[in-house]
C-alpha cells in the first residue's frame, strides 16, 4: 500500500529486530506505542556498546573509561535537550514522567505551596499528573482542582480561566491526552497560567515522542516524558526545568552526586541539574536515550507527525465503517497525537483485546491510568491503537479484520 | 484453544442475559471489589437462610465477558448451598465451570473475582457472626 513518501517504512521496520518475530504464527501488529515503544537496533547497540567497551562511573572516576562515560552521558543530556529545545542545565535525568511530575511534587512543591494554596490539573490526566498533586495538597493543606472538558474531548477553556482567578501556584496539564489523543493548546494554557501566578507543568509524554516539542516555545515551567514511549530504553527519562526555578529548587533525593560540600551537621548542594540526580545516574540507558533521540532526529520529527497523521486519518476512516464502532477524543486527524481509542458495541476491551491478540495485534485495554476521564467518558474501559514510526497503513488493515473477527465471535 | 471457543455460547450468553443480576431487598451479606488493571466491578449480596445456607444471592457489576458470566454463573452454583462450600471454592472449580477456558494471567483475574467477592463477603459474615455469638 503507498505509504507516506517522507518515510522510508521498509528501512525504518529493518531497524526493529522485534518486528520479526511472530505472536500466535501471525506477523506482530503492535499498536501499543502508547504505553511504551519498540527500540531500534541503533538504541540496542548503544546499550552493548557501553556496557562492553566504556562501562564506569560518571563524573568522579580520574581514569579513561570514567572520561568516554562522562562525556557519552553528559553528550545524550545534550542531544536530548536540543531535541526539545532546552539547555543541558536545564534538564534533569529521571526515571520517567512519573519521576519528573514527583520531582516537581519535592523539590518545587514542598518549598513553595502553602496551607490554602490552589493546585491546579485537568479531567484529562494520567494518574502521573494528577496523584502527585493530590499527595501534596494533603500534605501542605492545599486545594487541588480539575480543569472540565468539552465535548468530545477539549479542554473548558471558560472553565480554566475562571480557576485562574483564584491565583493557583502550580497549574499542570498534558499536552497530548494518552486515552483521547487531544492536543491541547499548551502555549495558550500556560500563558493564562502564568499570567495568573501559576509554575505550569507539562506533561509531554505523549507529545515528545511523536511531533516537534519546544520547551521555550510552550512557555512552561516544567516539562517531564519518558524515554521508553520515544523508542528509548525503560527507565529512563526528563524533567526539563526553567534554570532560575531549579537553582532556587530544594534537592529532590539526597546522597552523592547531588552535593557541593557535607559536613557532619549539613551539606551544600550541586548546581543544577546534578542537583537532583543524587546516586549513581542511570548512565546506560542515557546513552540508550540519547540514541534514540538521535535515531528520531534523522527521520525528522515533522516526517514522524506526518506519518502518524496519515495512519490515524486512515484508521478513523476505515474503523468508523465497522458496526458498532464508537470512537473518543477529537474526530480530526490533524488534531490529535496517534492514539485511538474505541469501543465495538458491547464487547469489553478486555476481550477485545484478547481476540485481536490471536491475530499478533498488540492493543491495550483499560482505563489507561486515567480513571477521572473514564468518568467523564461513561465508560468503565476504551481499547486503545496508538501508532508509531514503523507501523504501516496495512497495520491499520490488519486491525480492522481483527475487529470484524471479534463482531464475529460476539455477534454483533 | 482459540477465543471463538472461550467466548462459547455459554459465556456470551450469560454476559448478555446475566442470571441473578440485580440487588436484593433484604440482605445478610454484601461485599464488593474491583480488579484494578481492567476495573471490572463486581458486588454480591447474600441472604442466608436457615443452616447457613444461601437463600438468595444477587450480583451487579460492570465488566468483560469473563468476569460478568463467570459471577452470574456462580450465583446460580451457589444458590441452596452451604456457607462452608464457599470456603472450599477453587480456582479450579470456576475455571471448570466456564469450561476449563484457556486464560492467561491476566485474564484469569477477570475470571476469579466474583469467586473473591464471594468469598470476601461469606468470610465476613461469618467473622461477624463468631463475635456476635459471644455476647
Known sequence: MAQSESLDMERVRADFPILK???????????DNAATTQKPKQVIDALTDYYSNYNANVHRSAHRLGEEATEAYE??????????????????????????????????????????????????????????WQLLAKQKGATLKFVGLESPGTLDMASMEELMRESPSIVAVTHCSNVLGTINNVERVCAVARRAGAVTVVDAAQSVPHMPVDFSRIG????????????????????????????????????????????PDHSTWNQAPQKFEAGTANIGDAIGLGAAVDYLSSLGMGVVREHEVELLGHAIETLSKGKGFNMYGPPDAEKRGGVLSFNVADIHAHDLSTILDEDGIAIRSGHHCAQPLMKWLGVPAT?????????????????AAGLQRARRIFKV | MSSADIYKELILDYYRNPRNFGKL????ISAHDINPLCGDEIDIQVKVGEGNRIEEIRFFGKGCAISQASASMLTELAKGKDLE?????????????????????????????????????VYGFMGAKLDNSED
Not at chain 1, 232 to 258: C, N, R, Y
Not at chain 2, 98 to 110: A, D, H, Q, Y
Request: charged residues 25%; aromatic residues 8%.
Open chain 1, 21 to 31: 518475530r511472530k505472536v500466535n504464527g501471525k506477523r506482530l501488529v503492535y499498536l
Open chain 1, 75 to 132: 553528550s545524550a543530556r545534550e542531544r536530548v535537550a536540543r531535541f526539545v529545545g532546552a539547555s543541558p542545565k536545564e534538564l534533569v535525568f529521571t526515571r520517567g514522567t512519573t519521576e519528573s511530575t514527583n520531582l516537581v511534587r519535592f523539590a518545587w512543591g514542598e518549598r513553595f505551596v502553602r496551607r490554602g494554596d490552589l493546585l491546579v490539573t485537568t479531567l484529562m490526566e494520567h494518574h502521573s499528573n494528577i496523584v502527585p
Open chain 1, 220 to 263: 512552561c515551567d516544567f516539562l517531564a516524558f519518558s524515554g521508553h514511549k520515544m523508542l528509548g530504553p525503560t527507565g529512563i527519562g526528563a524533567l526539563v526545568g526553567k534554570k532560575g526555578l531549579l537553582e532556587e529548587m530544594d534537592p529532590f533525593q539526597g546522597g552523592g552526586e547531588m552535593i557541593r560540600e557535607v559536613f
Open chain 1, 383 to 399: 481499547s486503545r491503537a496508538s501508532f508509531y514510526i514503523y507501523n504501516s497503513l496495512d497495520d491499520v488493515e490488519a486491525l
Open chain 2, 25 to 28: 431487598d433484604h440482605f445478610d
Open chain 2, 85 to 121: 462450600w464457599v470456603k472450599t471454592l477453587s480456582k479450579e472449580d470456576i475455571l471448570k465451570m466456564l469450561g476449563n477456558p484457556e486464560l492467561g494471567p491476566s485474564r484469569i483475574k477477570c475470571a476469579l473475582l466474583g469467586m473473591k467477592v464471594l468469598k470476601m463477603g
